[in-house]
């Protein structure tokens, strides 16, 4: 019961280092305006950052498991397709005219996704091995940093609220422990095929978030975005 309790803590305290990213809000700018354009541009750049070089290698790690390198490279791609499949549905659908906040939400449920497996790995990993699991919480801790802020301002920036921008920011750091949480409850469950799955899906969410919604280049007025 102690070890579990430590292991659920460790990816706790992984998971709350994202609202870190957040405080970023608390700082003023004298032109609004550029800092709303360089926010946007620091987001795309993270969201792209993290899935090439973070979620696709660890999809196909997990992938390359079952299926020799095509195949994998072809399944990676087509759960690309899909994710980003799910935003343009979204953004069709949508009632939500804000589009910073709109950006906001849809980067919020992309590193929800992202940090549920992160849970689980990190979890599974103090679970079998402490040390090891504290190494790897603090690595993922660093990483979470950045999140934080692609979460937190485009939603300060599109609604001027920054309760609205920790809240969800805070939700999107809850998902690590729930991913631990998951991973206790269905220790025996977990594949790697699945971890590929969520891992691709996700990557496939952040690139078409960093290519096609995030436009920051094309903005012209302040205005146009609330």
């Known amino acids: 019961m102690n070890n579990l309790f430590l292991c659920l803590t460790i ?3 992984s998971g709350l280092s994202t609202i870190i990213g957040s405080f970023i809000i608390l700082f003023k700018s004298k032109n609004e305006y550029k800092l709303i354009k360089i926010s ?14 973070d979620l696709i290698p660890e ?25 980003g499949l799910l935003v343009y549905t979204i953004n069709k659908k949508s009632k939500i005219d804000n589009k910073l906040y709109k950006i906001g939400i849809i980067s919020m449920i992309a ?31 660093i990483h979470n940093i950045p999140e934080g802020i692609a979460i937190s301002l485009p939603i300060y920036y599109g609604t001027g609220s920054r309760k609205k921008a920790f809240y969800h920011t805070l939700i999107a750091a ?19 095929y699945l971890f590929g799955i969520i891992l691709s899906f996700t990557a496939g969410i952040m690139l078409y978030l960093s290519f096609f919604d995030i436009k920051y280049h094309k903005i012209k007025k302040y205005d146009k975005l609330i």
Not at 62 to 80: D, E
Not at 124 to 139: A, D, M, V
Request: zero cysteines; aromatic letters at 14%.
């Open 174 to 192: 809850l998902s690590e422990p729930l991913g631990g949480l998951f991973s206790y409850l269905l220790l025996n469950k977990i594949n790697d």
């Open 40 to 53: 946007l541009l620091i987001s795309a750049i993270i969201m792209a950052y993290i899935s090439i070089f």
């Open 111 to 141: 590193l929800i996704l992202h940090n549920i497996p992160e849970g689980i790995i990190t979890f599974i990993s103090s679970y079998k091995n402490i040390k090891i699991g504290i190494r790897l919480s603090l690595s993922i801790a």
């Open 59 to 83: 999809s196909f790690t997990y992938i390359n498991k079952l299926y020799s390198f095509i195949p994998t490279v072809i399944l990676i791609f087509i759960y690309n397709i899909f994710g």
């Open 11 to 13: 990816t706790l305290l």
